[in-house]
């Protein structure tokens, strides 16, 4: 792993500034600065960079964090891969932390196996532009298929030498291990000798989301029966063919910013696909679908379309893979070429519009499309029918989400003529086949502390409650380290029971205001995010005193990293429109901070009395006997006093 010393080093000597300015176009805006999104398709501005913060934020798409998250988002690094690249591009050595003697010769090995695939794409691509054999034959193959110069230099195609051991040679001159060479499968070995396994062949490079080669296609070019038309790599600890997606690495931007993936079989599908602008598609190489591979494209986005070739090896290899996809709680339709047509030919044969439309126009949910499939297969046959329908909601069981099985379950009922009861009942029976219920509502447990009772605010995508929370996180962030006055109205009461109420001004650390009044009411948040990164903050303000926003940044968790970026530069979001030119000057919060958060504590503590009281009238109602119902109107009538003392504490807050 690396050392926290390097991650630290990357942290202090990186900007963010310098950083997206490789990719993004940035012009100065105030202290920040400003451009076009680089993650949606727009016209005006909303995309900013804070080098005071050294943060960022994408008003369009929601997206932010730091350095490390941009990279992560952008280029879809690994967070390893993020510190790496940052490391390297400031000159920092690479630090790792105290391994094992087996772990380091596996870092090692691994390193090495990468470096010799590096040198073999370089040599194979050397061999098809510079070398006569590669020229005539490779180069004018490419050609021959419409392939262009620039397309076979963006994919980093290649040629193999017909000699028996061409590579090798080169190989071995360069310095590079025998032993490692065969461990990547360029070189075989055996009682008959040594040779390179690709040989007389077009290579195709595969690369990992981060660029680097893990391994190769090659294609034969001559007619003899006794060879395989594709040869891939052998597995090896780089390259897991399961694991894998040929154009993952060319075509992971337009994946994320289009949204949507199209999945083709062959390498040069995706290549001719690229040449006639749809360049976010990936192959899965001629293998089935992989559990690994989905998640790969889950990653980049949830959308999947399978591109399969109008014939029934496509059809049945299209099927195989919704249900997987499925599994993974992404969205899948399917489209299908012209009987005798695969993307290939059809891309070569049609425009870069007429593709996209025909895209649009015949891509089907994979209910209607397995709906289809049945009235073809079925016919009349009822036997059939049932059997196909029962397939259909094999693949609705695979679905995690039950409100999409909801749906595509009245979707389904509607399209076949079949009651929603019946179809309802056999998805019952496909989850319990899994040991696991369609759907497990958790009746509430009134007579358990509110405060506890978590899971029912999470279905709430817009409850009061996580707006609060955000807004003392803001605070605590931003503010925390201050000083204000805050109005406390304290209460005690007279030799006959009466209430007195006093005014007093007090002035106490931000933090110290917040962190008392939520101890006081035992409070722990309901969103975990938002209780995580409190205590982070809450410890820190205890035990140095000060938090300082650009070291609470460095989240490896792009949730928390994205959360803290939304607080940080929310204030500054005015400065892409230049509202102070239009004479439309926005008030500094922090003038007003001791109001900000003496209104904000109120208003959560006020929130959760109200929940309270809510709970214990539910429980009242459920009692049985007069007795057991008075105890509960009276805790009510308690939290009754406590709202009216909170609301008159809000009403003194100006």
């Excluded at 050595?93 to 470096?115: A, N, P, V």
């Excluded at 029966?225 to 790599?233: G, P, Q, R, V």
């Excluded at 803290?564 to 500054?572: F, R, Y």
Aim: proline content about 2%.
């Amino acid at each position: 792993m690396i050392s926290r010393n390097t991650i630290n080093q990357v942290y202090e000597l990186a900007r963010v500034e310098e950083v997206i300015s490789d990719f993004v176009s940035l012009k100065k805006s105030g202290s920040n600065f400003k451009g076009l999104s680089p993650f949606s398709q727009e016209r005006t501005p909303s995309f900013m960079v804070s080098p005071v913060k050294q943060i960022w934020k994408d008003f369009s798409s929601g997206k932010g964090g730091n350095v490390v998250a941009f990279l992560m988002e952008h280029e879809h690094f690994t967070y390893p891969e993020a510190i790496e690249f940052l490391a390297k591009k400031y000159n920092i050595e690479i630090q790792k932390t105290e391994q094992s003697i087996k772990e380091k010769e596996k870092m090692s090995k691994r390193e090495s196996l990468y470096l010799i695939n590096k040198f073999a794409q370089k040599q194979f691509s050397d061999n098809l532009w510079e070398f006569s054999e590669g020229i005539a034959i490779g180069l004018t193959y490419l050609r021959e298929r419409g392939f262009s110069d620039h397309i076979i230099r963006f994919f980093g195609l290649g040629y193999a030498s017909k000699q028996s051991d061409h590579f090798f040679k080169l190989a071995s001159k360069a310095g590079y291990s025998e032993k490692y060479i065969i461990e990547t499968g360029l070189l075989i070995k055996n009682e008959r000798g040594k040779a390179d396994r690709f040989r007389g062949r077009v290579i195709f490079p595969i690369r990992s989301m981060a660029g680097r080669v893990q391994g190769f296609g090659g294609r034969i070019l001559s007619s003899s029966l006794n060879t395989a038309k594709y040869l891939n790599s052998p597995e090896s600890d780089i390259y897991h063919k399961s694991q894998i997606l040929f154009g993952i690495y060319e075509s992971k931007k337009t994946i994320a910013q289009e949204d949507v993936c199209y999945l083709v079989e062959g390498y040069t599908d995706v290549i001719q696909m690229h040449q006639k602008g749809i360049e976010n598609v990936v192959s899965s190489s001629g293998t089935a679908l992989t559990s690994e591979q989905i998640r790969l494209i889950r990653r980049l986005t949830s959308n999947i379309v399978i591109l399969f070739d109008g014939d029934a090896a496509g059809l049945r290899a299209a099927i195989r893979g919704i249900d997987l996809i499925l599994e993974q709680s992404m969205n899948v339709r399917i489209c299908s070429f012209p009987e005798g047509e695969d993307p290939d030919s059809f891309a070569k044969s049609n425009s870069s519009e007429q593709i996209k439309i025909y895209l649009r126009e015949h891509s089907k949910d994979f209910i209607q499309f397995k709906t289809d499939l049945l009235l073809e297969e079925a016919a009349n046959d009822p036997v059939k029918k049932a059997t196909k329908i029962r397939e259909i909601v094999q693949s609705i069981s695979r679905i995690p989400d039950v409100i999409k099985q909801e749906i595509y379950i009245r979707e389904c009922a509607s399209q076949m003529d079949v009651s929603e009861e019946i179809l309802f009942n056999t998805l019952a029976q496909e989850k319990s086949k899994k040991s696991a219920p369609i759907r497990k509502i958790k009746s509430a447990r009134v007579n358990q502390e509110f405060l506890n009772q978590k899971s029912d605010f999470k279905s709430n995508s817009i409850n009061p409650l996580l707006i609060l929370e955000k807004q003392i996180i803001s605070i605590l962030i931003q503010y925390g380290n201050d000083e204000a006055f805050f109005d406390e109205l304290l209460v005690s009461s007279d030799e006959k029971g009466n209430l007195i109420e006093e005014s007093k001004i007090v002035q106490s650390k931000v933090y110290e205001k917040v962190f008392l009044d939520l101890q006081q009411d035992e409070v722990e948040m309901i969103q975990p995010e938002f209780q995580s990164l409190y205590s982070q903050l809450i410890e820190k303000f205890q035990i140095e005193g000060i938090v300082k926003p650009e070291k609470i940044i460095q989240q490896e968790d792009p949730n928390l990293g994205k959360m803290i970026t939304d607080i940080l530069i929310s204030d500054e979001q005015y400065q892409l429109h230049n509202w102070n030119k239009k004479n439309i000057f926005v008030k500094d919060r922090k003038s007003v901070v001791g109001q900000l958060v003496s209104e904000t504590i109120l208003t959560f503590r006020k929130y959760l009395v109200d929940q309270k009281i809510e709970n214990l009238l539910i429980a009242a109602k459920q009692v049985k006997t007069s007795n057991d119902n008075s105890e509960f109107l009276e805790e009510v009538m308690q939290y009754q006093e406590l709202k009216k003392l909170l609301s008159r504490k809000l009403n003194r807050v100006i």
